[in-house]
């Protein structure tokens, strides 16, 4: 699988590419359930090494006429099919939501929270927000998760799409979807850190009895 957090910084348009492919396939809802058409799977690396190992041992056997090699490369490869049914099984029915909108300061984090919610558990799941870079590892599904990202000029954003990841059980097959969920985070500007907003030590103090607006001092800056 192409490593698209690194892409998508090496190469702009790469990102663009991929996103234009997922709306397709996928446009933005409040709740996303994860069906067939919105997962996809490949081997891992330690998969096509293990697929390697079958390859070899189905040779060794043949080669040589060892019935038992061949049973173990059968029931290796028995395994090796098998676990694409469990990973996929793990991903496949989960729903997807952000039940509220997130809020933060520019240049500062945001933290988006996604819940989850099916008919059975899901393990080990990987989750970041496309194209950022911070992942949040989840051991399973009863717990809501917390993600994180930059907010880096004020204004409403739609939130960006959410990858989830999943190895389980055996890590020989990788499971993987984009979710775009309908939800915006705001971002507002960030507050001033001059201490100016306390009053000088030499400058008069308002009397308690009037009214702010029956005053008028220099405008300090972070007012």
């Known amino acids: 699988m192409p490593n698209l957090n690194l892409k998508s910084r090496l190469y702009p348009h790469y990102w663009q590419f991929i996103e234009r492919y997922l709306n397709k396939r996928q446009s933005p809802a409040e709740k996303v359930t994860l069906v067939q058409k919105l997962i996809f799977i490949l081997p891992t690396r330690y998969g096509w090494w293990f697929l390697f190992l079958i390859g070899l041992l189905y040779l060794l056997g043949t080669n040589y006429q060892n019935n038992l090699i061949l049973l173990v490369s059968y029931l290796l490869l028995s395994v090796f099919l098998l676990s694409i049914v469990l990973t ?17 300061f520019a240049t500062g984090k945001v933290h988006p929270v996604i819940s989850f919610s099916s008919a059975k558990m899901h393990y080990m799941l990987q989750l970041n927000l496309m194209p950022h870079y911070d992942t949040v590892q989840l051991t399973d599904t009863s717990q809501n998760a917390t993600l994180s990202l930059t907010g880096a000029k004020r204004g409403r954003y739609l939130l960006p799409r959410l990858k989830i990841t ?3 059980p055996l890590g020989l097959w990788r499971a993987w979807s984009y979710i775009a969920l309908r939800q915006h985070y705001w971002v507002y500007p960030a507050p001033d850190s001059n201490t100016a907003l306390h009053p000088a030590a030499d ?20 007012e």
């Open 88 to 104: 996929y099984q793990n991903l496949s029915g989960l729903t997807v939501q952000c039940p509220s909108s997130a809020e933060g």
């Open 166 to 168: 999943s190895q389980y």
């Open 203 to 222: 400058e008069p103090a308002v009397p308690a009895g009037n009214n702010i607006g029956d005053t008028l001092t220099s405008y300090r800056s972070g």
